[in-house]
């Protein structure tokens, strides 16, 4: 599984974010591309310990069983659940929601396992930095496929 931690595939995601415009379409889904940027961005707070959502009851429950699909080389299904508070219905300015996104995931990258949260994931709890890094890149890549990039 490819991760953020690899130079070449941090390289990789930030092309594809570039090739977005403010008029990408949606593949499935309800959100608009710069609230998806912003979604992205939500994400990648949590793993640079940049915020620290509670854990989910069901996430206690059933994360374990169900972790491991965080890093797997399988993409990510569509229309999967999402944690309410990474929810994103707002409007959104595109070229400033694209340039945080790009700004959080170089300085995620260039900070490397020593930079990542050891705060656990709302639902599938602990995660090691590796962990972590290669669940974020599979959120983007799934979330840039959701916009053809």
């Not at 915020?51 to 965080?70: A, D, T």
């Not at 994931?121 to 290669?134: A, I, N, R, T, V």
Request: aromatic share 10%; glycine share 10%.
């Amino acid at each position: 599984m490819k991760s953020l931690f690899d130079q070449g595939a941090a390289k990789e995601i930030l092309q594809r974010i570039d090739a977005l415009q403010p008029s990408s379409q949606r593949q499935w889904g309800k959100m608009e591309v710069a609230q998806m940027l912003a979604h992205c961005t939500a994400a990648l707070e949590v793993a640079a310990g940049e915020k620290f959502p509670p854990r989910m009851l069901i996430g206690k429950i059933l994360g374990p069983v169900f972790k491991s699909k965080f890093y797997e080389d399988k993409p990510m299904t569509r229309n999967g659940p999402t944690d309410k508070s990474f929810i994103v219905t707002d409007t959104r300015g595109f070229e400033k929601e694209k340039a945080h996104l790009k700004g959080l995931i170089q300085k995620f990258a260039d900070g490397g396992p020593g930079k990542c949260t050891t705060h656990p994931h709302s639902f599938f709890g602990k995660l090691s930095p590796e962990q972590w890094s290669m669940g974020m890149y599979k959120h983007l890549d799934h979330h840039l496929r959701q916009f053809g990039a």
